[in-house]
Nanobody
Framework: QVQLVESGGGLVQAGGSLRLSCAAS????????MGWFRQAPGKEREFVAA????????DYADSVKGRFTISRDNAKNTAYLQMNSLKPEDTAVYYC?????????????????WGQGTQVTVSS
C-alpha cells in the first residue's frame, strides 16, 4: 500500500505561481510512476501531468504545457508540480496519483493510489 500526501495548494492571483508537493510512503517505492490530476466542481477528474519512475519521461495536458512542470526527487519519495502563469480556469482540487511500474501513465484508470487532494484557487 502506498500513501500519498499533497501539500502546497492555496489561493493565488491570475499570473501567479504555486508549487505542489506529493510525499509518498510505503514499501517498494523505487519503481513507481506518478501523476497529477485535477477536478473542478461539476467536472470529471482530468489529467494534468505525469512522470515515469526515473524522471526521464514526462507528459502534460495541452492546457498546461509551457506553464506547469512535473518533477520528482526519488531520494525523498516526493513529486512536485510547479505551476506558473496560473489562470482562473486552473482552479480545481489537485490530486497526486501513483502506480507501480516503469512506464509513464496518463489515464486515471491506470493509477491505484491517490492522495486526498489539495485545493488550488486562482482569482481573476
Amino acid at each position: 500500500q502506498v500513501q500519498l500526501v499533497e501539500s502546497g495548494g492555496g489561493l493565488v492571483q491570475a499570473g501567479g505561481s504555486l508549487r505542489l508537493s506529493c510525499a509518498a510512503s510505503g514499501p517498494s517505492l523505487s519503481r513507481i510512476a506518478m501523476g497529477w490530476f485535477r477536478q473542478a466542481p461539476g467536472k470529471e477528474r482530468e489529467f494534468v501531468a505525469a512522470i515515469n519512475w526515473s524522471g526521464s519521461i514526462r507528459d502534460y495536458a495541452d492546457s498546461v504545457k509551457g506553464r506547469f512542470t512535473i518533477s520528482r526527487d526519488n531520494a525523498k519519495n516526493t513529486a512536485y508540480l510547479q505551476m506558473n502563469s496560473l489562470k482562473p480556469e486552473d482552479t480545481a482540487v489537485y490530486y497526486c496519483a501513483a502506480d507501480r511500474g516503469l512506464r509513464l501513465k496518463v489515464l486515471k484508470e491506470e493509477y491505484d493510489y491517490w492522495g486526498q487532494g489539495t485545493q488550488v484557487t486562482v482569482s481573476s
